[in-house]
């Protein structure tokens, strides 16, 4: 459980705001997420017709959730394809024992 004093304060800038965030992470990682962050937001502004930031702000959000979630997806189809390859190389060795 963490506690208070473990936490790094970290002013960042997104979308033309500043912040003070608290997190566990290095300062220096704070900052490259909100970088992160405020890059998805401008590029969103860029091409949608709004000024609306919390819109923004919505659409990006779903924007990197759905990065996550294909990641996850990637993720979980390597972890099937090496768990098959692994235990096609035991057969393969038991084969060669016998």
């Known amino acids: 459980m963490s506690h208070s004093n473990d936490l790094h304060k970290t002013k960042v800038m997104i979308f033309g705001s500043e912040y003070v965030l608290s997190s566990e992470e290095s300062e ?15 590029e969103i502004a860029e091409t949608e017709n709004t000024g609306d ?26 972890r099937i394809r090496i768990d098959k390859a692994l235990k096609r190389l035991e057969q393969h060795i038991d084969d060669k024992k016998k």
Request: charged share 30%.
């Open 28 to 42: 220096e990682y704070t900052s490259k997420i909100s970088n992160f962050v405020d890059e998805k937001m401008h």
């Open 53 to 78: 930031t919390t819109r923004i702000a919505l659409m990006a959000a779903f924007d990197i959730a759905d990065q996550i979630a294909r990641q996850r997806t990637r993720h979980g189809e390597d």
